[in-house]
């Protein structure tokens, strides 16, 4: 199906660790990969994202990488925070679907101090 | 800038009812999307407008779910008859681009439905 994986579903780190979560999507048409926060019961955020022209981004603690040819896509965060605890979500265009946004499932990330 | 306005925040109704919601995207924003985002789960594709035309509503359940942008600007989102499996999270998101040409979504706060 046209789905994007997100895994893992949960992650747990400690302040300081780093943390990576990891997508597929399955359309060769993707073109563009964000990555969303959503903090309970408050609306996503935007974190990063990255075109497909681009294999790397980095913005300060965050960083996405992309691999077309595997279709997978990932976040790294570093250094990570208590306030990094939140749900974190994928996401990739989908030409079936006007090129909207297909999101994966999320990941729940909990930094403890 | 002020952001994507939705609104009711809350609504509670009994299944069989009906229900609508609101809402306001950025000013400029051309395209428009529903979103609809069960507890645990990645908000889910609806619905997307350009202006006031449907660029894609294959994933809306067309039997009890409607919407329209009759004015290219605000959007409602209806469902009639409500059934137990559409209590979520209803978020409306617009973007500057559209189609091959993505810009970065920006979500409005989202209307929590619960279905009784």
């Known amino acids: 199906g046209e789905n994007v994986e997100q895994h893992p579903s949960t992650l747990s780190v400690q302040e300081g660790d780093s943390a990576v979560i990891k997508c597929t999507y399955s359309d060769s048409a993707s073109n563009y990969f964000p990555w969303y926060k959503q903090e309970l019961g408050k609306r996503p955020q935007l974190i990063i994202d990255?075109?497909?022209?681009?294999g790397e981004k980095k913005d300060q603690r965050i960083a996405v990488t992309l691999n077309k040819t595997a279709k997978h896509f990932s976040l790294h965060i570093t250094e990570t925070q208590p306030e990094d605890s939140a749900v974190y979500f994928c996401?990739?265009?989908?030409?079936?679907?006007?090129?909207?946004?297909?999101f994966g499932k999320g990941t729940s990330l909990l930094v403890t101090p | 800038e002020a952001g994507v306005a939705q609104s009711p925040r809350y609504k509670i109704i009994e299944k069989r009812q009906s229900v609508a919601f609101w809402c306001n995207p950025i000013s400029g924003h051309a395209t428009l999307y529903w979103y609809q985002q069960i507890l645990g789960q990645g908000p889910k594709l609806l619905i997307q407008f350009q202006n006031n035309g449907v660029v894609d509503d294959s994933q809306l359940p067309k039997d009890r779910f409607s919407a329209e942008r009759l004015k290219g600007v605000d959007s409602t989102l209806k469902i009639q008859p409500a059934k137990l499996e559409d209590s979520a999270v209803y978020l409306c998101a617009s973007s500057l681009g559209q189609g091959f040409y993505n810009s970065p979504l920006h979500f409005g706060n989202g209307t929590r439905l619960t279905v009784t």
């Open positions: 990255i075109r497909s022209n681009v």
């Open positions: 996401a990739a265009t989908y030409l079936s679907l006007g090129y909207a946004l297909n």
